[in-house]
């Protein structure tokens, strides 16, 4: 039983990563959890040793957001919250190949999980948020969204649609109390890479020091919420790849990258 009563946080992809990263850190502030995600088992055994490490209840809710199903279930949920307190769209997956050749419904299934499950939540989660005056919404995107790169066409497309998302959204709710932010992680150690899509992905390929922690992601990201940022790109070296990516230098900057970590 939660007795700090500091809230109540949804977490989608909360399975591992960085979304399994927040909930860890979010029930250590005392945060009441509900953990998201296809895989009932790996959040039953998250749930259990978040409550058994802290004094909250981790409640979990086994839903694949690429169907409308799991997107409708979760919705529910969210209508059934009297204090939900900060919402976090983290569930997301990638695909490699040129966008001819990969299998369409894969290309849906992700516009589905990161874009329409994302803003689905947003509109199910504001009304009762605004009504308090108070919560948080926080939408992980990605340096992708800046580096429109061949290979991950549909990732790049989504990523920088839910950034836009956030922003506009963040500039109309001033005055409401209640914040959204556009987190933008890098490269980070998760099992993002270890899929059959990414195979032939060589971590290797990417200077070590460009690769961070989901914990570290994670932390940077309940920091700048805290000082009202509605962007948070963790990282200088991110930060930097971001500002040459609106300049459209990104592909040149990648290039030597690269170049540097294979020699």
Known sequence: MNTQNVGTALITGASSGIGAAFSRQLASRGFDLILVARREKRLSAIAAELEKS?????????ADLSKPAGIERTERRIAELPNLTLLINNAGFGTTGKFADVNLDKQLDMIQVHVIASVRLCRASLPGMIAR??????NVCSL????PMP???TYSATKACLYVFSNALQTELIGTGVKVQALVPGFIHTEFHDSSEFASFDRSQIPRPFWMTAEEAAS??????????????????NRLIVAMGRSGLANLLWKILTRYAST
Do not use: M, Q, W
Request: charged content about 20%.
């Open 54 to 62: 802290n004094a909250i209840d981790a409640e979990i809710l086994a």
């Open 133 to 138: 005056g108070k919560g948080s919404i926080i």
């Open 144 to 147: 992708a969204a800046f580096i």
């Open 151 to 153: 290979g991950n066409v």
């Open 220 to 237: 940077k990201s309940l920091s700048a919420l805290e000082r009202n940022k509605p962007v948070c790109i963790p990282g200088f070296k």
